[in-house]
């Protein structure tokens, strides 16, 4: 279009505005601006995928299509055509993801294109801690890591320490074969969400191993008490898409949510009846609530199981139950003669915000099940399914891994950070023998590494991973769909070569062995048939399902004792997982930290949520920066007025905070964790999150908060 | 509710949708999932830390929260607002270069390379769903490689928004043409739609009675925001059950 024509065409349409006709005229000319094949869909292909960001294991699909990138080759910049992963999506065969996926999902790409995400190996070029590294080649990064793997072993195996993460997948399983080719202890998860406690109670209540599943969708009353499973917890879009399902799913029926939490989480927004819960007091709600259910009777058909849980409900005080959890005797009793009514209750047992005694907390509840007979029914508790118990086997646990950090002579890392969620490790990770990480980036314990070795991302390998929770047996798989980017190499095959080069050699196992594993166990006459066309079948629809869980309880109660909450003491504190940032992992995604916080609508940073009252004594107001002070450490952040929070209840999300961590995630805000110390769970011995006594003082009148909306109340005119 | 109108094809009569979305409040969780997905699907760019303390971030779609009430008896109203693509759109008989328009499927167009940047439109819009792109979008090599090519990148200048995924409208035609049959209900799902864990929204086509999202549009529980501005929008709220 030449420049008259163009005037001609923009003073008419012009007119047509003017004239206020512009509908049917303005599309009689616009196209000739924006001719109609202005938008031509690019070719595409998607390819199944296992989403890497956090335990819940959810199938995912990659969208895949042609791109170019520049790269040096011999000191001269050319371009080079590459396939390129462009966006992720759910995967609908698979029954945990059903084809959605969360904030944190999408955000997995910007981990794969991560600006920050290392080239290729590194080592350490100053201090531990300082995150000083120097590029090296394979082959000197592998004999480094090498020497110091022989000399470790050979010295004794049994200090040999790798910290991972929680998950049951092809890698927890090569990380098993590596350990025990080398002869030393297996893996520890490290990380505050590995849900010990959870695994922990169903295993005294229901006496099932792993993390039970929780049919949400079929229930008529669900109570939850300790899991915010709506924003994180153990699969954030599997419970989400039953709570769909559980509120308008089914013609006629709205189910009804309480929810039991010591802050006004994501679930708590969404419950029909939110039971603020003092820190700590989930053991006593829930021994509470037994009580009051057995004064109604139930558990009128009785078992082995129901009668051990009533003997233990019973010996319990409901006065003294409802004083240590903050919630009356009146308000106990009204939600166990709901939960006594109602057609299909079912109680969720769970530890977001990990406590002293949340073992015991989780068992309790999860014996509320039990009493209402919601074990392996329809609408009810789950056994976690039994397929490739190799994989669930190898699923690292706590296993007391600060003891054996602080006595190791190598320390391996793979994708945990334990530096970030228990800092007072740090020391140990200074004085350790040798460090060696397998982190795509260099995050806050990668600094204390002499050597990185940095791994593939997990859209670039392949994968098999059964799925934290889950309603049917299922896996999620991968085959490798798209080159890797940098210059990483899986740290499977990493591994085999350290092993083989230490005279102690193992094969590993990958995605095509793991399913044929998977389809000889499933035995003859399952209907899958020939081994090939199952690993064939599985790959291409990126995973595999097969039996609905069953199954009733086996287990005998065991409860603790429980013991009265610092209820009296004002202005205790509490970290917890952030929706956006998990327990720290997503920091370093700009997508994430751009994306207002549920509850302060905070980007860029994370506040410290004061309760009215705390705030109006100390005159803080939002923004203003707040120092917090425990026995065990200090931080100073913005402060976020929460008008939800619990008089004398300070909480902060983890997230940022991070020493080290990339570009975006560096040196920004505070690390809640700081405050905490060594708290852990008594019984399993998993990283706590409070409560601890603070002291907060107000440091400066400021803007040290930035919200994408400053306006909490929905005040007219402003209504939108 | 906006009523089709009958286009001539290529031999034979073919309704052209109208559409519009539902949102199911019960469900929705809150969860901005949908946020996420709309900026990678539409390269919505972040604005950075600087930019974002003076109000210039850019979510084609967001949550909007509010507090109800004091502890404890306190409760959050929260919805996804993006824009409601509306009939009576007040964005756009102000744009002095008719940069945006609405379609005959309804749509609230934005013309990019039209787009002078006068910003009237998105003081004019009650929902506040337009942005002004204030500097040219960055992407810190690699990231650059996130970006979908179906979708331009916007210069620095323009006022971008909401298309309810016009690209994937696109593509869903195009794949129909090809195959010789109509776009089925449903099949369209702009990336929030997509993505909605709880699947609470619904996207379709308004003027068929049939559709999913048609059905949900005249529950009992619908109603629109800000409808009594006249601003006629498409996408429709079912309310909270309590």
Redesign the interface.
């Known amino acids: 279009m030449d420049r008259r024509n163009f005037f001609r065409v923009?003073g008419t349409?012009?007119g047509?505005?003017i004239t206020?006709a512009?509908?049917r005229k303005?599309?009689e000319?616009?196209p000739l601006?924006?001719p109609e094949e202005g938008?031509?869909?690019?070719v595409e292909s998607w390819h199944p995928a296992v989403c890497g960001e956090c335990a819940a294991g959810c199938g995912i699909l990659a969208r895949v299509?042609a791109?170019e990138?520049e790269i040096e080759v011999d000191g001269e910049r050319v371009r080079q055509r590459i396939a390129?992963?462009?966006?992720?999506?759910?995967n609908p065969n698979d029954p945990t993801s059903g084809?959605?996926?969360?904030?944190r999902?999408?955000?997995g790409?910007?981990a794969?294109?991560?600006?920050d995400r290392l080239r290729g190996p590194m080592r350490r070029a100053g201090p531990r801690g300082a995150g000083r590294f120097e590029a090296v080649s394979w082959e000197s990064a592998m004999q480094e890591a090498a020497e110091a793997l022989d000399s470790a072993v050979a010295e004794d195996a049994g200090r040999v320490v790798f910290l991972s993460r929680p998950r049951a997948d092809l890698r927890a399983a090569n990380i098993a074969k590596f350990l025990s080719a080398l002869g030393a202890p297996p893996a520890c998860a490290v990380g505050v969400r590995d849900f010990a406690a959870e695994v922990q109670g169903a295993e005294r209540a229901y006496g099932w191993r792993g993390i039970p599943a929780y049919a949400i969708r079929d229930a008529t009353l669900v109570l939850s008490i300790g899991a915010d499973f709506?924003?994180g917890w153990v699969s954030?879009?599997l419970y989400?898409?039953q709570?769909?399902?559980m509120?308008?799913?089914r013609p006629g029926v709205?189910g009804r949510l309480i929810h039991a939490e010591s802050r006004?989480s994501?679930t708590a927004?969404?419950a029909?009846r939110?039971l603020?819960v003092w820190p700590g007091g989930e053991l006593a709600l829930a021994l509470g609530l037994g009580r009051a259910l057995v004064d109604l009777g139930a558990g009128a058909s009785p078992t082995r199981a129901v009668e051990a849980a009533r003997a233990a409900f019973a010996e319990v005080d409901l006065d003294e139950a409802s004083a240590a959890c903050g919630m009356s005797a009146g308000t106990i009793r009204e939600v166990a003669t709901e939960l006594a009514a109602a057609s299909a209750p079912v109680v969720v047992a769970g530890a977001s915000i990990v406590r002293e005694h949340s073992a015991d907390a989780v068992a309790a509840a999860s014996a509320l099940n039990v009493l209402l007979g919601r074990v392996g029914v329809a609408g009810g508790v789950m056994p976690p399914p039994t397929v490739l118990a190799d994989l669930v086997e190898a699923r690292p646990s706590s296993n007391r891994w600060r003891e054996r950090l602080a006595n190791a002579n190598l320390v391996i890392i793979d994708g945990a950070n334990p530096a970030y969620s228990s800092p007072s490790c740090r020391e140990a990770l200074a004085n350790a023998g040798t460090v060696i990480s397998l982190s795509s980036f260099v995050d806050d314990t990668s600094a204390y590494a002499d050597v990185v070795l940095p791994d593939h991302d997990p859209l670039e390998r392949e994968a098999v991973a059964l799925p934290s929770a889950s309603l049917v047996e299922s896996v999620a798989c991968s085959a490798r769909f798209v080159a890797a980017?940098h210059d990483s190499r899986p740290a499977d095959s990493v591994l085999a070569d350290l092993a083989a080069s230490a005279g102690k050699p193992f094969e590993p196992l990958d995605a095509q062995g793991a399913l044929t594993r998977l389809h000889a166990t499933l035995g003859a006459g399952n209907g899958a048939g020939s081994s090939e066309g199952f690993v064939e079948s599985a790959l291409e629809q990126g995973c595999w399902q097969g039996r609905p869980a069953s199954g009733g309880t086996t287990g005998v109660i065991g409860l603790g004792a429980f013991e009265v909450a610092d209820s009296m003491v004002p202005a205790v504190f509490q970290a917890y997982e952030s929706?956006?940032f998990g327990t720290g992992g997503g920091a370093n995604r700009?997508?994430?930290?751009?994306?207002?916080d549920?509850t302060s609508?905070a980007?860029?940073?994370l506040p410290l949520e004061i309760?009215?009252v705390t705030a109006s004594e100390l005159a803080i107001e939002n923004g203003d920066i707040v120092r917090a002070r425990s026995d065990h450490g200090s931080l100073e952040a913005p402060a976020y007025v929460n008008?939800?929070?619990?008089?004398g209840v300070i909480s902060m999300a983890m997230g940022q905070g991070h020493s080290q961590y990339g570009?975006y995630a560096s040196g920004r805000g505070a690390n809640p964790m700081s405050l905490l110390g060594d708290m852990r769970d008594r019984r399993t011995g998993a990283t706590a999150m409070g409560p601890v006594r603070v002291h907060l003082e107000r440091l400066d009148k400021g803007?040290g908060l930035?919200q994408?909306?400053r306006?909490?109340?929905?005040v007219p005119p402003h209504?939108? | 509710m906006p009523e089709g109108s009958t286009e001539a094809g290529t031999g034979t009569q073919r309704r052209t949708p109208q559409w519009g979305m539902a949102i199911?409040l019960?469900?929705c969780?809150?969860?901005?999932?949908c946020?996420?997905?709309c900026?990678?699907?539409n390269n919505v760019p972040?604005?950075?830390?600087d930019q974002?303390?003076k109000g210039r971030?850019k979510?084609w779609i967001?949550?909007?929260?509010?507090?109800?009430g004091?502890?404890?008896n306190?409760?959050?109203?929260?919805r996804p607002?993006l824009c409601q693509q509306c009939d009576e759109a007040p964005c756009?008989?102000v744009?002095?270069?008719?940069a945006t328009?609405?379609?005959?499927e309804g749509l609230n167009?934005q013309?990019y390379?039209?787009c002078i940047g006068t910003r009237y439109c998105a003081i004019n819009c009650?929902?506040?769903v337009r942005f002004f792109n204030w500097y040219p979008p960055e992407w810190?090599?690699?990231?650059?490689?996130?970006?979908?090519?179906?979708v331009s990148v916007r210069p620095a200048g323009v006022v971008e928004k909401c298309t309810f995924c016009?690209?994937r409208i696109?593509?869903a035609k195009?794949n129909a043409t090809a195959e010789g049959r109509e776009v089925g209900d449903g099949e369209i799902q702009p990336?929030c739609v997509?993505?909605?864990?709880?699947?609470?929204m619904v996207f379709g086509d308004l003027s068929d009675p049939s559709s999913r999202v048609a059905r949900l549009a005249n529950s009992r529980r619908a109603q629109r925001?800000?409808e009594e501005l006249g601003t006629k929008p498409r996408v429709f709220y079912l309310e909270r059950?309590?």
């Open positions: 923009v349409a012009s047509g505005a206020g512009c509908g303005s599309e000319i616009i601006l924006v938008i031509t869909p690019g299509m791109s990138r390129t992963v462009k966006k992720l999506e759910g084809g959605r996926l969360c904030a999902g999408h955000a790409l910007q794969l294109y991560g600006p709506l924003s954030p879009v989400t898409r709570f769909g399902h509120r308008r799913g709205r006004f994501l927004w969404n029909d939110w603020p980017l929706l956006q700009p997508w994430l930290q751009e994306l207002p549920p609508s980007m860029w940073g309760d009215p008008p939800a929070a619990i008089p570009r803007k930035i994408f909306s306006q909490d109340r929905d209504r939108v | 199911d019960d469900r969780t809150g969860c901005e999932a946020v996420v997905a900026a990678s699907e972040t604005a950075g830390e974002a303390a971030t979510h967001r949550i909007d929260r509010y507090y109800e004091d502890f404890p306190i409760r959050v109203r929260h607002v756009e008989p744009c002095p270069v008719n328009y609405q379609n005959a167009v013309i390379n039209r009650p929902y506040t810190a090599e690699p990231l650059g490689l996130q970006l979908n090519p179906d016009v690209q696109k593509r195009l990336a997509q993505s909605c864990p709880a699947e609470a925001l800000l059950a309590d």
